[in-house]
């Protein structure tokens, strides 16, 4: 799973073994070391009570949550993306994009088997 952040949104591009896992277990986690006591940790997670797509932050981690119907319709479908946008305050937004991970044309050196080639290939398009 890839986490990209851009002004006020998020992205989250996972792969065929993320949403096998995330089906699975209702949980997919990556955890990055900045130190061996300095750890981020990102969840995607599929909520069972939730009514829409959201994200928290708590103790050094960000948590993604999708309704689990639509996070299992999704899983199932060849829908390529859930997005929602969140009210932070009276002005900002915050944009939250899960995506099924594309191959990318240009990065050949990246291995691609794990990705929606398939989708990609209906699109007609590469998502990086």
């Known amino acids: 799973m890839k986490l990209r952040f851009e002004h006020n949104s998020l992205r989250l591009r996972v ?3 993320d949403l096998e896992k995330l089906s699975a ?3 997919v986690i990556e955890t990055v070391a900045f130190s061996p006591t300095a ?12 009514l829409q ?6 103790e050094n981690g960000l948590t993604v949550c999708i309704p689990e119907a639509q996070g299992v319709e ?13 009210s932070v305050d009276s002005v900002n937004q915050l944009l939250i994009l899960i995506e099924k991970d594309f191959p990318c044309k240009d990065q050949n050196d990246e291995d691609q088997a ?11 398009s590469a998502i990086c």
């Open 74 to 86: 999704w899983i199932r479908s060849e829908e390529v993306a859930i997005e929602n946008k969140l």
């Open 25 to 27: 277990d209702g949980v």
């Open 114 to 124: 794990d990705t929606f080639r398939e989708l990609a290939e209906k699109t007609a």
């Open 15 to 17: 792969r065929k073994s």
């Open 53 to 58: 797509t959201h994200a928290h932050w708590k």
């Open 39 to 50: 750890l981020f940790t990102y969840k995607l997670r599929l909520d069972p009570n939730g």
